[in-house]
T-cell receptor
């Protein structure tokens, strides 16, 4: 079974802090994704990576950056957290871009 | 442009009722893929089905069935004899490349509540 793990289920950070969210997949998938989920808005793509060190902006990249130094790990970075980044963050991976994506359990981030 | 519309924000049914979740999509691609995901209260999205644009056959898996109609750009999901365990948020998603986008476009989701 594909397993996607995220470093934390719940996280509380203060405004201005630098925040790292980590995601690891164990299926040698080429593609990894970061989404944020807010009520009524569905899932919005922040960034995705199609290979090590390769990334592409999604729909809402502002205020975020990403890092993929190893194939299995994809990190989302909030350089200076703000209250409007309070949200559920979901990581996913897929073998090919058109394949089904496998999701991690999510990290619920609260910025106070 | 790519777009997925799930017009039903929330549906409430009583156990054993049948329920259909609607999904309407937009894309200029001729080759595309459609997906349904389930997000139970635990939060983790679970893949249910993928359908490519050349396969319009309806699919049935147990109590779940999917109706893909290219003529109306719809990919609806029906749960027969609903159960409390079906309570979740269901997302429809589209994978197409007409805009150069290489990731899924999700609808806003439909919350299904099945009452005992």
């Amino acid at each position: 079974d594909v397993k996607v793990t995220q470093s934390s289920r719940y996280l509380v950070k203060r405004t201005g802090e630098k925040v790292f969210l980590e995601c690891v997949q164990d299926m040698d998938h080429e593609n990894m994704f970061w989404y944020r989920q807010d009520p009524g808005l569905g899932l919005r793509l922040i960034y995705f990576s199609y290979d090590v060190k390769m990334k592409e902006k999604g729909d809402i990249p502002e205020g975020y950056s990403v890092s993929r130094e190893k194939k299995e790990r994809f990190s989302l970075i909030l350089e200076s957290a703000s209250t409007n980044q309070t949200s559920m963050y979901l990581c996913a991976s897929s073998l090919l871009v058109r394949d089904e994506q496998y999701f991690g359990p999510g990290t619920r981030l609260t910025v106070t | 442009a790519q777009k997925v519309t799930q017009a039903q924000t929330e549906i409430s049914v009583v156990e054993k009722e049948d329920v259909t979740l609607d999904c309407v999509y937009e894309t200029r691609d001729t080759t595309y893929y459609l997906f349904w995901y389930k997000q139970p209260p635990s939060g983790e999205l679970v893949f249910l089905i993928r359908r490519n644009s050349f396969d319009e056959q309806n699919e049935i898996s147990g109590r779940y069935s999917w109706n893909f109609q290219k003529s109306t750009s719809s990919f609806n999901f029906t749960i027969t004899a609903s159960q409390v365990v079906d309570s979740a948020v269901y997302f429809c998603a589209l994978s197409a490349t007409d805009t150069g986008r290489r990731a899924l476009t999700f609808g806003s989701g439909t919350r299904l509540q099945v009452q005992p």
